[in-house]
């Protein structure tokens, strides 16, 4: 069992290697009736392709989405959505120096450990390409949530690369569209290109912190222990390739708060509670609270980088490496509409896994 699968009712299999012919994605669970066309997925794909700029790989793919099943006259049937995206812009042979050397900080020697065969061609299933497929599935997502809860909305945004960060006084979500870095801080641009411009240039790569929005989220989706809202928020960012850590809310920063600091005081509103902060990232317990959900990752640096990394080889000697061909110098510019997708898919699921056991509405309606 590879488990290659994710979520409960909307289920999402990815499928498909780096430098194989195709990739793609099985859906499974997507409500009846939603409206679903090639056309509004290519949107969230054309977020996430390469080569778009000078800070993303080279690589040329249209990441042009075809949908083989599942849709009929422009609308889900309720039975399995196949997903598919072809890829035309491989160059297995910029990996062919490599083949027989493991690159330090990549999955490569733990696929080689695990299965004792390895697609040394842009890592095959551990490349960050395989997730193409889930920006897909999200757009399948999307269009079911905007049907299902048409007030929710996921937005996502860059806080940090290396040592650059956002001035939170200056946040503009208006701005993100405007950039390469999915900033809401315009007065950063300039000192993140050329941050990033230099590790460019001298081959080398960088990590980032990445912060996901859920606004207009229902309160009481999630369930106590292990049907965590939150539980799967984290499950889901975890998985996207290379990524090493997730906050929900204040995150790690709460081990520094009171209780006075951290309590988020609820007070009566004429539409409902209203709370004056919110330090739980819009999740109490693992059930929403109907405030904003907040979850942020980090992305650790590409490990293809041209400066000479000490190795071994498959049959155990010591080497040294360099890995050249077309990388991210910030693999997190691209890991945003990544991090949009897995979110929207995760929140449909608790979407539909509330009203499979709740019904619509709350039952626990306050005032």
Known sequence: MSLNSFGHLFRVTTWGESHGPALGATIDGCPPGVPIEAEALQVWLDKRKPGQNRFMTQRRE???VEILSGVFEGVSTGTPIQLMI?????????????????????????????????????????????????????????AALAKLAPELKVTGYMVQMGTQTIDRARFDLDEIGNNAFWLPDAGAVEDWSAYLDGLRKAGSSVGAMIELCASGVPAGLGAPVYGKLDTDLAAAMMSINAVKGVEIGEGMAAAML???ANADEITMGND???????HAGGILGGISTGQDV????????TSSILTPRRTITRSGENTEIVTKGRHDPCVGIRAVPVGEAMMACVLLDHFLLHRGQIGEGLPGKIG
């Not at 733990?110 to 395989?130: F, L, V």
């Open 272 to 278: 409902g509670p209203r709370f004056g902060s919110n």
């Open 62 to 64: 249209p990441d042009q």
């Open 86 to 142: 072809r890829n035309t812009d491989q160059r297995s042979k910029d990996y062919s120096e490599i083949a027989e050397k493991f690159r330090p900080g990549h999955a490569d020697i733990t696929y080689w450990q695990k299965y004792g065969i390895r697609d040394y061609r842009g890592g095959g299933r551990s490349s960050a390409r395989e997730t193409a497929a889930r920006v897909a599935a999200g757009g399948v997502a999307r």
């Open 258 to 260: 009171t209780g006075e």
């Open 294 to 301: 907040i979850v942020r990752f980090a992305v650790k640096p």
